[in-house]
Nanobody
Framework: QVQLVEPGGGLVQPGGSLRLSCAAS????????IGWFRQAPGKEREGVSC????????YYADSVKGRFAISRDNARNMVYLQMNSLKPEDTAVYYC???????????????????WGPGTQVTVSS
């Protein structure tokens, strides 16, 4: 069965750091792009970051550029989202998603992804 899980959420103070993990199973991980999305109450789901198959390219939303970093470890079927300099507006449920993209690319649109994890809560507050 295809499965994605996202350990690593929690409560952090503004300016702090947190690392999210995405553990994948049930599909060919090496040839699949992984995206991170988030959704806050009353807001639409937005793309945060993604990393292509074979680590060819990465994408970051303007709101997180310079603060977040995505990486993947194919040997462990894992993708990570390192979040630094966190702001209260980063508070949301974060989702890991997997999909196939032509040309070893990735994108920030939710409909481009085939499989989704259950999400993990990230709260940034003093």
């Amino acid at each position: 069965q295809v499965q994605l899980v996202e350990p690593g959420g929690g409560l952090v103070q503004p300016g702090g750091s947190l690392r999210l993990s995405c553990a994948a199973s049930g599909f060919t991980f090496d040839y699949t792009a992984i995206g991170w999305f988030r959704q806050a109450p009353g807001k639409e789901r937005e793309g945060v970051s993604c990393i292509s198959s074979r680590d060819v390219m990465t994408y970051y939303a303007d709101s997180v550029k310079g603060r977040f970093a995505i990486s993947r470890d194919n040997a462990r079927n894992m993708v990570y989202l390192q979040m630094n300099s966190l702001k209260p507006e980063d508070t949301a449920v974060y989702y890991c998603a997997a999909g196939s993209f032509y040309g070893s690319s990735c994108g920030g649109n939710f409909y481009e992804y085939d499989y989704w994890g259950p999400g993990t809560q990230v709260t940034v507050s003093s």
